[in-house]
């Protein structure tokens, strides 16, 4: 994969990622708010030696001696004796076992300096044992290093740094903790989008379409909203340049053999057959030609609810010689568009499309129109779609972004190959709007028109 497909797999979830952050955040709040704030107070403390008639030689040997024992005396810091002289110094309620566990201690390499630390739930209490642990040390070093005889110590402590009130915990950090927890989350987050992806397998660029249908893709169309019908009969209107598209490079595909009979499918059960077919069949109707939009789909029909129309009669009557064609027939409000419902539904559908009345009648609907728009059943489930493929000149295959699956795609276009029928081309349908990959699609069916064409189309609106 490359950069930009994680780019782009982010920006898709960004909602995963975004709640996997959010969840890492919550988490360390949670775990500042449930921990046990510690503080830190520590204190320096400097070794030296007590000979008062030093020489170069001696002075030089006592700070050496001195930095040997500072070893020593590091042990000796957090030692049960000086925690003993440490509790009876402060007094309180501390005892010795708890002060020898709050304090830490080091020599600082190379010099005769000590480091101590006490740590404690309190702030004010770590300064205050910090602070008393300087000269309970030193006692305990006096009465360890005097001599027999009463001479004093030849070693002095004394306390470098000072014990501060430490002005923050050293554990947790509340600032730290949750930028970590963002941050994890946000890993978290990413590395689940790119899992969530790779298992993935719908269909959601034009490329993966084009890939699966082995074919061109005629129009990307994004997400309308509820006055989608509306969308076309606005000229200008960006929703309508989908459709705008997809009519053009079906003009295209008439080089050779003219496309007048188009069915509308696709793989499985709602992905905008019905939409695409009313939306084509008016876009042709806008560029000025007679259209003849058929709702072929004898399962579920829709052609007449989508466009306000209301046919009790229709293909199945017509069919069934019950009504005559022109009575069928509905004018619609639009110019140049003929609509001829489904009729009631009846018990065979496929048998109904498949038979030679059905071609009879394609046939002499051909005469007075320029082109037949058919709305179908899905493929998978049914064969009347593959039927209605054959006895049209293609099939348009819609695939909705997010939902088809490659595989379906695959096997709907084996259908439609089995059936000695054309694939005209797919639509990728309801396209994110954000995301630029259905406005550059949309551009380049529009850059890839010669300009005579394009005047053409001008004209005949
Ligand atoms: N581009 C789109 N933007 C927004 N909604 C859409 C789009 N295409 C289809 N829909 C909605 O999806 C639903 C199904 O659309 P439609 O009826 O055209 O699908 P269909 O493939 O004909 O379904 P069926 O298999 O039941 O015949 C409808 O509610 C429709 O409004
Ligand atoms: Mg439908």
Same mark, same amino acid.
């Given at each position: ?255 050779? #053999?003219?496309?007048? $009979?188009?069915? @509308?499918?696709?793989?499985? *059960?709602?992905?905008?057959?019905? %939409?695409? /077919? ?127 699956? #490659?595989?379906?795609? $695959?096997?709907? @276009?084996?259908?439609?190959? *089995?059936?000695?029928?054309?694939? %005209?081309? /797919? ?35």
């Amino acid at each position: 994969m490359r950069m930009l497909d994680y780019l782009r797999i982010l920006r898709d979830r960004w909602v995963l990622v975004t709640a996997c952050a959010l969840l890492g955040a919550v988490a360390a709040v949670a775990v500042v708010l449930g921990s046990t704030w510690r503080y830190a107070s520590s204190i320096t403390l400097y070794v030296s030696s007590t000979d008062h008639t030093p020489t170069a030689n001696t002075a030089y040997e006592a700070s050496l001696l001195a930095q040997q024992q500072v070893q020593s005396y590091a042990r000796l810091l957090d030692s049960e004796r000086v925690a003993n002289e440490l509790a009876t110094r402060i007094g309180g309620a501390m005892t010795p076992q708890q002060l020898q566990a709050e304090i830490t201690a080091s020599a600082i390499p190379q010099t005769a300096l000590l480091r101590a630390t006490v740590t404690d739930t309190s702030a004010g209490r770590a300064q205050r044992v910090a602070e008393a642990l300087g000269p309970a040390f030193a006692d305990v070093v006096d009465s360890l290093e005097s001599h027999a005889d009463g001479a004093p110590s030849p070693v002095r402590i004394s306390v470098v740094d000072d014990a501060a009130v430490p002005d923050g915990p050293i554990s947790p950090r509340p600032r730290l903790d949750v930028l970590l927890g963002v941050a994890v989350g946000l890993l978290v987050g990413a590395g689940a989008a790119v899992l969530r992806e790779t298992a993935d397998t719908t269909v959601k660029t034009v490329g993966l379409l084009r890939a699966a249908v082995c074919g061109p893709v005629l129009a990307s169309v994004g997400t309308l909203d509820e006055s989608h019908l509306e969308a076309v009969r606005e000229h200008r209107s960006p929703r309508a340049e989908a459709y705008r598209s997809l009519r053009t490079n079906l003009q295209f595909l008439n080089v050779d #053999r003219p496309v007048t $009979t188009v069915t @509308v499918t696709s793989s499985i *059960a709602g992905e905008g057959k019905s %939409l695409t /077919a009313c939306n084509l069949a008016l876009s042709l109707a806008d560029s000025g030609r007679k259209v003849v939009l058929i709702d072929a789909d004898l399962r579920r029909p829709q052609i007449c609810g989508y466009l306000g129309l209301r046919g009790y009669n229709g293909l199945t009557s017509v069919l069934a010689g019950s009504t005559p064609l022109e009575q069928a027939m509905i004018v619609s409000r639009r110019e140049g568009l003929l609509v001829l419902p489904s009729g009631p539904i009846p018990p065979n559908p496929s048998e109904l499309l498949g038979s030679a009345r059905m071609a009879q009648l394609l046939e002499q609907l051909k005469q007075d129109a320029d082109i037949l728009v058919l709305d179908s059943p899905p493929l998978l489930p049914v064969t009347d779609a593959a039927i209605l493929a054959h006895i049209s000149d293609g099939a348009i295959l819609v695939a909705q972004y997010g939902r088809t699956r #490659r595989e379906h795609v $695959t096997r709907a @276009v084996e259908q439609i190959k *089995a059936a000695d029928a054309r694939l %005209l081309g /797919a639509i990728l349908n309801r396209m994110p709007s954000r995301g630029g990959e259905a406005d550059s699609y949309s551009y380049y069916g529009y850059a890839a028109v010669p300009p005579g064409f394009q005047i053409a189309e001008a004209e005949a609106k």
